[in-house]
């Protein structure tokens, strides 16, 4: 008989991140950019004021209090075109808070782009004051955004609504509604400004595009017009009958950027095979038969020993990461045919499998084999239904659900078989896994909402029993949820299989969940950080963000695998979508330590494989030169590479 499987959801402050205090102190979560300078709010050195509210430094707090509807500013001592800053506000009383960008002196008083926070809204305003801070005009700012870095000049026949950039206050949907859909057990968090509380307020300037996000999710923004101001300080916002306090000021001057100097750890020998960007993914074979394997990544297959001489699978064309994305996501090869030449599966987003024409020299015929597109950009490849064959793992968007597809070895480049998974709703973009969670000896699927047991019998059009698990968190600026590859194996040698996944593949967060099991064999998941974002003390003192790309593998030879994880440099192309953005391209491999003193029973150990390459949407592990240790291959924006495994401690 099964055992009876009970999962227990962790509170949703510790999964969803909601809150890093108490409920009802600080709303929103850490911070997402590694600051140029930070006040603590000792004193108001550095500061002038203007207008005729009190401002005073206090308990690590600036204070402004307010008696009529002027606007008195505090204002920092140096200028900024493009800058991002991050601070607490707490509002009392019935006013108007906010900050100011690029505060421009004029003539007659003074004008900027400014954020405002009340009660009931938050916006972002073209502000002019005169001299004494009275309100001379205000125009709420066009809508700008999304995946560009510079607005287009404005239409001049559209017309900006009063509410079409505000944003309002709104409570967690209502997921009763007969058609809202499953409940999950990572709900979107409430980011809504809260008065009489403190609220995370974090901007980014750059260019003509302002970004807003409160309490981690998206905030007031748009177009910032020259006209409004193009270079100016920071200053602190005060108007009407209220009490507003700031702490935890801190900003980053966005001019300056930063590419460390090449570095990798002494177990690893760097080889870059190309330096143009092709795809997200790498997969390798003896392509071409002669003994060595080779390198697939995008349209060019790098054949060893050496991976100095390469060829086009497809019409290979590079891609401008500033704005555009590689059209390979996941890449794998295998033998579909079973002729004894490896093909090559490309698998998101559109499920193109090409086969190996046997030394010809030409480019390979291509099968579109999976009906519709696949929608995720995460996919596993393994055998789920123990046929030696493996199957493709994935998610798509129209029905919101986790399939796999199998092919036909009699002719797989037919379209292939697709099985349900799970009920409609439960699909995300990022993250998949595959393991045995519950030791029947069946591979069962996993993604940031739980996991699926894999049943006795496998039937196309019934889904798998489902076991939620909040395995991921909505991340910094209001984005998804969800990770990379998820690993399923036993980090603490307890004999059950654990959890170890990114959190947030477009944010912040590496975590392991230790599976832990009550008399009765009740399953329950408990969440042990490994690394979060620049307000924590993170394992090896390691933070980067956008953990896209990951996968597991025993790299130092212990027997135990280990998690490896890197950053996908831009991966909302050069805009500031995604926290850190411009934070270096990292790859780091954290080894599992099994440790009894440590929380769970084991600990990861951060060791640097490169800082200048980072990763894609999937990495690849594989032993290219048959020595018994593994190889990192990664295929990014900045190239592909190999980084070789020298040494086994």
Known sequence: ????????????????????????????????????????????????????????????????????????????????????????????????????????????????????????????????????????????????????????????????????????????????????????????????????????????????????????????????????????????YVKGKAVVRYKDFKYKDLAVRYTPKEASSTRYEVQQLSDMYYSFSSAAADINLDGNMDVVAGPHVYYGPDFTMYREIFQGVTYNPSQQFSEVNCQYTYDFNGDGWPDVFSASPFGRLYLNPKGESRRWEMHAVIPGNINSEVTIFKDIDDDGRPEIVYGTSGDRALKYSKFDPADPSKPWKVYLVSETGYYTAHGFGVGDINGDGRPDIINPNGWWEQPEQLDAGKTWTYHPVAFGRYGHRGGGMGGSVMAVYDVNGDGENDVVTSLNAHGFGLAWYEQQR??????????????????????????????????????????????????????????????????????????????????????????LVHNRSGAGSDLLTVDLNRDGKLEIVSSTNRGTFIFWNKDID
Not at 14 to 37: I, M, N
Not at 46 to 53: D, E
Not at 96 to 124: M, N, P, Q, Y
Not at 555 to 577: C, V
């Open 1 to 236: 008989m099964k055992k009876k499987i009970l999962i227990i959801l962790l509170t949703l402050a510790s999964v969803a991140g909601v809150s890093y205090a108490q409920e009802g102190e600080t709303h929103g979560r850490g911070l997402s950019f590694k600051p140029d300078y930070s006040f603590e709010g000792a004193s108001l050195a550095r500061w002038n004021k203007v207008g005729t509210a009190d401002w005073r430094a206090e308990k690590g707090e600036w204070i402004g209090k307010s008696t009529d509807t002027t606007a008195s500013l505090l204002l920092l001592d140096r200028s900024f075109q493009d800058v991002t800053f991050n601070t607490l506000v707490k509002m009392e009383g019935d006013g108007e808070a906010g900050v100011l960008l690029r505060l421009e002196k004029t003539d007659g008083g003074w004008k900027g782009i400014f954020v405002s926070l009340r009660h009931d809204e938050s916006a972002a305003y073209g502000l002019v004051l005169d001299d004494k801070g009275r309100e001379v005009g205000r125009t709420l700012l066009r809508r700008a955004g999304g995946m560009m870095r510079v607005a287009p000049p404005p239409d001049p026949n559209a017309t900006n609504s009063p509410n079409d950039n505000r944003q309002e206050r709104q409570r967690q949907p209502n997921r009763s509604g007969e058609n809202a859909g499953p409940v999950l057990p990572i709900p979107r968090p409430e980011t809504a400004f809260q008065g009489n509380g403190w609220n995370q307020l974090e901007c980014v300037l750059d260019m003509n595009i302002l970004r807003g996000f409160i309490n981690d999710g998206i905030g007031p923004g748009g177009a910032a017009d020259e006209e409004f101001g193009e270079y100016g300080p920071i200053a602190l």
């Open 518 to 607: 009550d008399a009765s064999g009740a399953i329950a998941f408990t969440r042990h950080m490994i690394m979060d974002d620049y307000s924590t003390d993170n394992a090896g003192g390691v933070t980067f963000s956008q953990l896209h790309g990951t996968t597991f593998a025993d790299i130092d030879g212990d027997g135990i695998p280990d998690f490896i994880a890197g950053k996908r440099y831009w991966s909302h192309l050069d805009t500031h979508l995604d926290p850190d953005p411009q934070g270096p391209a990292v790859l780091y491999c954290f080894r599992t330590v099994r440790d009894a003193q440590a929380p769970g029973g084991a600990r990861f150990e951060p060791e």
